[in-house]
């Protein structure tokens, strides 16, 4: 079992940066592969990006890359998302979540993770 929870979320303006963090629970964090999602209200969840157990592996949507960095630290079980450049949008809630599969090129879609955070809101202003 793995228990996360979101932070780092709030209101920016345009141009802005944002580190998110998931903290997780759980003693075989390490071994999870960890990604983040993004929900807009009334629209499916959204990859974002996603890095394996070790950090050797990492996937980006490719409507964030370039913009987008994802990070672990094993020692603290923590994955953080650091975004720049934020744009002008409607609150998004971003979400992070666990699977104790390995990462694969193709897992980028919700159902393919176990474990949820409750999100952390993102509203960025104009």
């Known amino acids: 079992q793995v228990q996360l929870v979101e932070s780092g979320g709030g209101l920016v303006q345009a141009g802005d940066s944002l580190r998110l963090s998931c903290a997780a629970s759980g003693r075989t964090f390490s071994s999870y592969a960890m990604a983040w999602f993004r929900q807009a209200p009334g629209k499916e969840r959204e990859f974002v990006s996603a890095?394996?157990?070790?950090?050797?592996?990492?996937l980006y949507a490719a409507s964030v890359k370039g913009r987008v960095t994802i990070s672990r630290d094993n020692a603290k079980n923590t994955v953080y998302l650091q975004v720049n450049s934020l744009k002008p949008e409607v609150t998004t809630v971003y979400y992070c979540a666990a699977s104790p599969l390995g990462l694969t090129d193709t897992r980028t879609r919700a159902c393919e993770y176990d474990y949820w955070g409750r999100g952390t809101q993102v509203t960025v202003s104009s």
């Open positions: 890095i394996s157990w070790s950090g050797g592996r990492i």
